[in-house]
């Protein structure tokens, strides 16, 4: 009997430089596919760097066809600016995998250094360094980020069959609305906030 074959997209949400690794999953074995990075630090306007964002990840989608998508969780520091406009891109990339009803699951940073590493404070040379003797490519990238993607799928790969309340999983558009409500409609009025869930939840029934 032949295992079934997977497609596993990993994505490293940013504002200046955004990564993607892709791994192809065979039952326990894993190889690598690609990875690639989307460099937006000759845009200034925000508004198109997301139409950027967007876009690719649509791209890229249609490129490799994963079969599910593991996404950097949202994190919280000092600059609120900086929070707001990462949430942004995570919040642009996630919304293009839903769209097309590709499972997401979240991993917050540690727990990506620490599947991969052992040591939830590695640094990005680390990450790569173990990467390259997991997945034997020959190159890595100045920047790195894509392979902080590559990380968060191997670590989605790591974590497969596992449950726990470290991850947030999502298998698609009306699945993500209704565990998020609040990151959804935020400080809405409460008559405001349900016509807009209820209207959200209706609109991925039409596309159906």
């Given at each position: ?50 139409q950027h ?18 996404l950097e969780a ?135």
């Amino acid at each position: 009997m032949m295992e079934k074959e997977r497609i596993i997209m990993g994505i490293d949400p940013g504002t200046n430089i955004m990564g993607f690794g892709v791994i192809k999953v065979v039952g326990r074995t894993m190889s690598f596919v690609a990875m690639d990075e989307l460099d937006m630090r000759k845009l200034d306007d925000p508004f198109l760097k997301l139409q950027h964002i967007y876009k690719a990840t649509t791209r890229l989608i249609d490129t490799y066809l994963p079969d599910e998508i593991a996404l950097e969780a949202p994190f919280y520091g000092k600059n609120v600016q900086s929070m707001l406009k990462l949430g942004r891109a995570q919040g642009v990339a996630m919304a293009a995998g839903l769209m097309r009803d590709i499972p997401i699951t979240e991993y917050l940073p540690k727990r990506v250094k620490m599947a991969i590493t052992g040591n939830g404070n590695a640094s990005k040379e680390q990450v790569a360094g173990m990467l390259v003797q997991l997945l034997h490519f020959k190159e890595i990238p100045h920047h790195m980020d894509s392979t902080d993607a590559l990380g968060i799928a191997v670590c989605h790969f790591f974590n497969t069959g596992k449950t726990d309340t470290k991850s947030a999983s999502y298998s698609g558009w009306k699945s993500f609305v209704s565990q998020n409500q609040d990151r959804i409609t935020g400080s809405l009025p409460a008559d405001i906030k349900k016509k807009t869930l209820k209207s959200l939840l209706e609109d991925t029934k039409l596309k159906k």
